[in-house]
Nanobody, 119 residues
Framework: QVRLVESGGGLVQAGKSLRLACAHS????????MAWYRQAPGMQRELVAR???????EYAASVKGRFTISRDNAKRTVYLQMNSLKPEDTAVYYC?????????????WGQGTQVTVSS
């Protein structure tokens, strides 16, 4: 049973930074694509960024240039560095494991961590 443990959310002022982390419980981490999603109140869950096993990345247009996804395969952890945060970045952020580029299906979800950006 895969466990994803997220950390790093919180309340921050606009313009500041936060770093989210998601620890994966299984060694398969090193060969799967990982992703971060977010869901704001009343909105659908959206893909924020994804990273392949070998470090290829892709970002939503709304975060490109501000957010950076990275991974440490030795620690089985994926990160989301969020800079220049805006109030519209406020959402619950979810770690997603084993993201399929063909179907965009996710194998496992984290529990979610709240990010709140005040103006």
């Amino acid at each position: 049973q895969v466990r994803l443990v997220e950390s790093g959310g919180g309340l921050v002022q606009a313009g500041k930074s936060l770093r989210l982390a998601c620890a994966h419980s299984e060694t398969i981490f090193s060969i799967i694509t990982m992703a971060w999603y977010r869901q704001a109140p009343g909105m659908q869950r959206e893909l924020v960024a994804r990273i392949t096993y070998d470090g290829d990345t892709e970002y939503a247009a709304s975060v490109k240039g501000r957010f950076t996804i990275s991974r440490d395969n030795a620690k089985r952890t994926v990160y989301l560095q969020m800079n220049s945060l805006k109030p519209e970045d406020t959402a619950v952020y979810y770690c997603a494991a084993d993201w399929d580029p063909a179907t965009m299906e996710v194998g496992d979800w984290g529990q979610g961590t709240q990010v709140t950006v005040s103006s």
